[in-house]
Each structure stands twice: as C-alpha cells, then as structure tokens.
C-alpha cells in the first residue's frame, strides 16, 4: 500500500497514515470487509516504525472504522460510521418514570469498577490500574479450537438454553477441582454463574435487603463495594493486616452492627494481596456459626500462587454449611468467558438456583462446554502454570522497579500470589492527586479510596496490577510514576520512613535505598 508521506510536516506521520487511511475508508477506496496490511508489512513499505502503524490503527480501531480479527488480520469495516443521532432537546424532560429513577438508589452510581476512566492524553499510556491478566497471555487459537470441537462434536445440543444450573460436565469437573484442593464439593452443590460477580450479585440479592450491614475487609474488591452500595447495604469494614482480616475485631463488629452476611477474600486479597493465617480462618469460621451469620467467600485467584503452601480454602472446613464459595475463570484464565461459579448447600442453594433461572433462565452453553473441553484435556492446567511462571517473574520486576525507582518512604510488601501490587505514600500524598499527574507521566494507576468503604481512608494508598505487561513495560511504568510523584503537588513530606518489616508469607521487601522524596515547593 502506497501512503504519501511527509516527514518534515509538523503532523506527527501516524496521524498523516490515519488522515490518509481515513480519506479512502470514507471515499469507498477501501470498502468495507478489506484486509489492511499487517502493521510490519506497511511499516516496512513506508519506511517508517512499526509503533506508528499500529498507532495509527489503533485510532482508527477506536472510532469503530476497521478492527483486528485475532489471527487473521485487519478489516476495513464499514464505509462510514453509524449516521449522528439526531440531537435531543435539552430542554425536552425525561418521561416521569425516567425522571423518577434518577434520584433512586443503583441509578446514580458511577462506573462499577470505580470511574469511567478519562481519554488517555498520553500516546503510550501504561495501564497499571487493571484487575486481570495478560490478555496476550489468553490461549484465543486454542480456545477457538476447543468452540470448534465442540460444535463439530455437540452441534444444535450446545446451542439450546441448557441446564439452568450450569453444563453437567463442567459442574463435575469443578466438584473435582475443588475436592482435590481440599474443599469437598459435589456437582449438585456447584452452581455456574456469569462470572462470580453474577454469583456475589446473587447472594446480595437472595440474602440482603436495602439497610442490612454487611462486613467487608477494609479495603476490599471495588466491584464489591459498587455492589453492596447499588443493594443500599450498609458496609461496616474490618482493618487488615499482612495476615488478612483482623478477626479480633470482628466479634464487636457483629455485636454492634448485626451484620447479615461477611464477605471476605482470605487468598491474595484484592487489593492488599494479604492471606488469611490458618488461626485467623478457624476464628472467623468459629464466629460466623456462633453469630451464625453467612460468610461469602471470594477465591478469585487462588492457584495463582508464586510461592508458599496453601491454606485450605474456608469452605473446606465448613460441614454445618456457613460459607458460600464463589471463584471464577476469570483471571485465572480469560474474564470474556464470562463463567464463574460458587458452591453452597440446603435452602440457600436452591434460593440461589431459583433466583438465577428466573433471572437468568441459563448461562451461556457454548461458553461452559467449551471451558469443559478445555479443562478436561488439561489445557487449562498448562496454562495455569505457565501464567504463574511469568506472573510471578512479573511481580518480581515490578518489586525491583519499585525499590529501584520510588522513594524508600513508598511501602509495598511481596504477595505471594495473584495480581496486584499494594502500595503506600508516605504522609502528605494523596493517590488521588496523583492520578492526573501520574496519567500526564504516562501511567494508569488504581487509587486507594476506590477500595474502602469510605473513600477518604484510603488516599494513601493505591494498587498496581503487574500481572499484565512485560517487566520492561512494568519497569517504564513505575518509572513514570516515580516521575509523577516527584511532580505532584504535597505538602513537605516528613524526612524517614521504612517499610514493614517481614510479616508472614508475604515477606516484606527489603531494599536498600537512602533516596529521600525531594521536598516540593508547598501548595500556592
Ligand atoms: C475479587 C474479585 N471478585 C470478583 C470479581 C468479578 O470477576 P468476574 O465477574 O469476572 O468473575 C473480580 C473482578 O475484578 C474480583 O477482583
């Protein structure tokens, strides 16, 4: 492909091939269902870097005019966009129902894993506020392999509404997994849902009504929290430590606030990374029954371990039936699949069931006969391995940037599994200050109030996801937050500060710097 091109012009080259691109899309030139070049191939005919085709691409991608099909290419697809929707009358009102909504509990809250985030101003922004894996990491050919066998093999069966309460197979291949893990689950006790939010969705609804407390880590998973406040819950948060919830605090906490359920994440805890101590879990399993009050547990990123043993999950000490365990395929394999499950036993298994197929009628069949198929031939095994050999050289990278590269007063501790880094500024700095600052710098970050109950606790703080970039990315990332932080507007910092000193398998970092934050000038 032939694009004229002028270096010397003061347009940036990827905007002239976009502009050009663009010119022939919309001429007709290149009509939709075309096949672009791939980025190398036009880079190597144009004579210029292959990061300013794909950039130019990725613009076009945005604004919907072509897409990459994953292993066969780019498409031009469609002539011109959708036609401008003809514009509203502002001063038209809502409907009465509409306008009635608006002031309604679950109506006005924001975007469910904290903001919508704003457009990115930084070409090459590095997205370390993200909740899941590698998606380069996602087995996307081998996946289509499995779909493909399993209509060549299953046909019209696979396409039908299936079994309400998940794909049979898949529920026993779960009840499998699980009892070799410790935990000993039946496939009628394991009921598949649209991801565990769905399942975390439907333990809110089927067990608590608008002005029940329910107890949370303090901080916890956001997506919880969205959740528990769409319900109109009020959400009583227990502190955390290395060794997960503080359960001494607990007792005076059910006491006071007569809690209706305890959702807790006792493995690699989202954000902190924390994991419960085995005393911890026999006392928070010991106050639940005696309080009788249900525990929901969230094992979303159990078998992501880098090192240590596991503890038993909590569900696998349960015989009176207390705790509803919820995971998921989603960071542990691919979130589009959009298949979790939990496991629970008596009535509140069936009100869950029920309640799922009345709201649900059933999860997506394909999606669990494929996941099936996949599990059982011990791809997903494969794959589980591979991810934690990489995640775990990521987390080490990412460790070694942060004590290369931020000021020793920044704390952070060593998970010994999942997804995030959990980090703290020292007195002064605010995470939510830091954000647009850190966004100029070219680094997305994930702030601490988005994970406590009460935002304002947790400006100290703020999470970064190493699990899905390179260590060279990871290091350019913190990097460019180190920048950030040297820039953001604070109050003088105080002079020393050191991290924790070992905890339990987290085992704190130890780094040797003697860099004090530079003193900023105080705010005008
Ligand atoms: C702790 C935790 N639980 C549950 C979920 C929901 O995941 P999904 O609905 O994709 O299974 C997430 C997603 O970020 C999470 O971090």
């Known amino acids: 492909m032939r694009i004229p091109l002028e270096p010397q012009h003061r347009t940036p080259l990827f905007r002239q091939i976009e502009a050009h691109l663009r010119r022939s899309i919309a001429s007709g030139r290149l009509p939709a269902g075309t096949r672009l070049p791939s980025t190398r191939r036009l880079a190597s005919d144009l004579g210029v870097n292959r990061l300013t085709v794909e950039n130019a691409y990725a613009e076009l991608e945005a604004d919907g005019l072509i897409a990459g099909r ?78 493909q066998g399993v209509m060549r093999r299953e046909g019209a069966s696979a396409l039908g509404y299936g079994d309400p309460g998940g794909f ?6 779960i009840a499998h997994v699980l ?30 009504r608008p002005g029940d407390a329910v107890v949370v880590e303090r901080p916890t998973y956001a997506g919880a929290l969205e959740l528990f406040r ?43 990374g924390a994991c419960l101590s085995a005393p911890r879990r026999r006392q928070l399993l010991a106050l639940a029954a005696r309080h009788s009050v249900p525990i929901l547990e ?32 989603s960071k542990m394999l691919m979130p589009g699949l959009r298949t979790g499950f939990l496991v629970a036993e008596g ?23 494929a996941l099936e198929a996949y599990i059982t031939v011990g791809r997903y095994q494969a794959h589980l391995r591979r991810a934690s050999r990489l995640y775990r050289r990521r987390r080490d990278a990412m460790l070694r940037a942060v004590e290369r590269s931020l000021p020793s007063q920044v704390q952070v501790e060593a998970p010994a599994g999942g ?51 390179e260590p060279e990315e990871l290091l350019e990332g913190v990097r460019r937050l180190a920048t950030a932080l040297r820039s953001a507007e604070h109050p003088a910092p105080p002079a020393v500060g050191r ?22 000038p105080p705010r005008a």
């Open 70 to 147: 994953a292993g066969s290419g780019t498409y031009v697809l469609a002539a011109s966009p959708l036609p401008p929707l003809p514009p509203r009358d502002a001063s038209a009102p809502w409907p009465r129902w509409q306008r009635e909504l608006a002031g309604r509990r679950g109506a006005t809250l924001g975007d469910p894993l904290g903001r919508t985030p704003a457009p990115a101003r930084h070409r090459h922004l590095i997205r370390l506020d993200g909740g899941t894996g590698d998606p380069r990491l996602f087995p996307a050919e081998e996946f289509r392999k499995v779909i």
């Open 298 to 329: 969230d094992d979303y990123v159990g078998d992501l371990r880098y090192e240590g043993r596991a503890q038993p999950a909590l569900k696998a000490s349960d015989p009176q039936g207390h705790v509803i365990y919820v995971s998921t395929f």
């Open 179 to 208: 009892t070799a893990q410790g935990v000993p689950a039946r496939p009628e006790n394991v009921l598949v849902t649209a991801g565990s939010q769905r399942a975390l969705a439907l333990v809110s609804a089927l067990l608590l």
């Open 168 to 173: 049979f197979p898949l529920r026993r291949t």
């Open 230 to 272: 769409a319900h109109g819950l009020r959400i009583v948060g227990v502190p955390i430590d290395a060794q997960g919830m503080r359960v001494e605090e607990l007792e005076t906490l059910l006491l006071q606030h007569h809690p209706r359920l305890i959702y807790t994440l006792p493995t690699f805890q989202n954000p902190t």
């Open 347 to 369: 009535p509140v298994l069936d009100g869950l069931r029920q309640l799922q197929r009345v709201e649900e009628l059933a999860t997506c069949n394909l999606m669990q006969r």
């Open 419 to 469: 997804l995030f880094l959990w980090l703290r500024l020292p007195e002064g700095y605010s995470s939510a200050e830091l954000l647009p600052v850190a966004e100029a710098a070219g680094v997305r970050i994930a702030p601490g109030g988005d994970f406590f109950p009460d935002a304002g606790d947790g400006a100290r703080f703020l999470r970064l996801c190493f699990a899905a970039h």
């Open 499 to 520: 991290r924790r000193g070992p905890g339990n398998e987290r085992g704190a970092v130890e780094h040797g710097r003697a860099e004090q934050l530079p003193s900023l």
